[in-house]
Every structure is written in structure tokens, then in C-alpha cells.
T-cell receptor, first 117, second 113 residues
Framework: KAGVTQTPRYLIKTRGQQVTLSCSPI?????VSWYQQTPGQGLQFLFE???????NKGNFPGRFSGRQFSNSRSEMNVSTLELGDSALYLC????????????????FGPGTRLTVL | AQSVTQLDSQVPVFEEAPVELRCNYS??????LFWYVQYPNQGLQLLLK??????LVKGINGFEAEFNKSQTSFHLRKPSVHISDTAEYFC???????????FGDGTTLTVKP
């Protein structure tokens, strides 16, 4: 089975621009979660999508948004980029996602490294 | 609110020596516990997990961890490390009430020859 794929792997943008990152989950997985990884803040949860609906959300401003398509592929969008948005953005997929009292193992993609100049 | 503290940001160790990476957590609700490994320019890979049952959990690559509820710890151990174990290791807790995971800041393990 192919793993989680993320495109592009590297991206350079300037302040004020917007960016869209893509994640293709493992075949059959219906949940996709997004994380931001920075040296200063570590790994922080952005949001989770399940069956095209956002099911969970972290503490990020509205500039960060996402969506999921019917084939479970997900995109993440960041508008009005700031220098502090420079990070490794990781996507993780799981069969059913993380629900109350239930846990499904997450499989992570290699990430997209975003640099904002 | 829950939090995860990895007590050492960097752990240097010689090849074939034992290693322990420490993780403490705080949570007012029941949690599941995990250790992940991240190699350079890669995503996270699950090493092992504790959901219930035996408090000693064995994972891949010869790693094991022990869940200690009274001390709220989940330390990762390996009796003999290899150069290839050099990587960053993350401890994570899953809040069963909120359905969310919280990660520690990571421990960089460097294995020297």
C-alpha cells in the first residue's frame, strides 16, 4: 500500500501571499489531520477532516483553513502568509480518525516544508 | 488541559550503550500514550503505543516503554542503541474525552560511534 503523500515537498513564498498544500491519504483512510511543526512551538494540531467535514480544530487563526474531497484527499490553505508561518506541515491519515474514547493509528506523510520570506 | 513534557531536549550516547528518553504528562482524563520517531526530512513513524493492559509496551526497532500511572510517566528505553537510531523522538498523549493528541517538544537522540 502506498503511504501518505504530500505535495509539494518544499515551497518558498513571500509575506502576504497565500499557499495551498495537498495531502493524499493511504487508500481506504477517511480521516486526515494536519499539524504544524516548528523549532519553537513543536508539533501543533491544526485540524482534522473526516468524510469531508472538519471534525476537530486546534488553536490557529482563521488564515489557516482546509478541506477534504470525496476521495479523502485533503488540502490546507494559508492566506496572508507571515514569517512565523515558516514550518514543516505534516499530514496524517487514519482509518476512522480520532473520536472520543477511540483512537486509530495515524500514519504521517513526509511533510511540506514552507519557507516564508 | 493536558500537557506533555520531554525532560531532555538532547541525549548523546555511544553506540551499544543503553538509553532512556523521559516523558511526563499531565491530564485530568484517561489518556492513551505514544512514542514516535522522526528521521531527517521525514514524517513521524509510530514506535509504540499504550492503550490499555500491560504497562510494559514493546515496539519496533527494539524499543520499549513503561507506563507509570502514579508518576504520570511513559519513558522510552532501548538496551543497546545503534547509529541508525539517531533521530528525533516525540512522546504524545491522546485525550480520550476531546479526541485530540498533544505532542511533546521532542528529544534529539544522537548515537556516536
Amino acid at each position: 500500500k502506498a503511504g501518505v503523500t504530500q505535495t509539494p515537498r518544499y515551497l518558498i513564498k513571500t509575506r502576504g501571499q497565500q499557499v495551498t498544500l495537498s495531502c493524499s491519504p493511504i487508500s481506504g483512510h477517511r480521516s486526515v489531520s494536519w499539524y504544524q511543526q516548528t523549532p519553537g512551538q513543536g508539533l501543533q494540531f491544526l485540524f482534522e477532516y473526516f468524510s469531508e467535514t472538519q471534525r476537530n480544530k486546534g488553536n490557529f487563526p482563521g488564515r489557516f483553513s482546509g478541506r477534504q474531497f470525496s476521495n479523502s484527499r485533503s488540502e490546507m490553505n494559508v492566506s496572508t502568509l507571515e514569517l512565523g508561518d515558516s514550518a514543516l506541515y505534516l499530514c496524517a491519515s487514519s482509518l476512522e480518525g480520532q473520536g472520543v474514547y477511540s483512537y486509530n493509528e495515524q500514519f504521517f506523510g513526509p511533510g511540506t516544508r514552507l519557507t516564508v520570506l | 488541559a493536558q500537557s506533555v513534557t520531554q525532560l531532555d531536549s538532547q541525549v548523546p550516547v555511544f553506540e551499544e550503550a543503553p538509553v532512556e528518553l523521559r516523558c511526563n504528562y499531565s491530564s485530568s482524563v484517561s489518556v492513551y500514550l505514544f512514542w514516535y520517531v522522526q528521521y531527517p526530512n521525514q514524517g513521524l513513524q509510530l514506535l509504540l503505543k499504550y492503550l490499555s493492559g500491560s504497562t510494559l509496551v514493546k515496539g519496533i526497532n527494539g524499543f520499549e516503554a513503561e507506563f507509570n500511572k502514579s508518576q504520570t510517566s511513559f519513558h522510552l528505553r532501548k538496551p543497546s542503541v545503534h547509529i541508525s537510531d539517531t533521530a528525533e523522538y516525540f512522546c504524545a498523549v491522546f485525550n480520550t474525552n476531546a479526541g485530540k493528541s498533544t505532542f511533546g517538544d521532542g528529544t534529539t537522540l544522537t548515537v556516536k560511534p
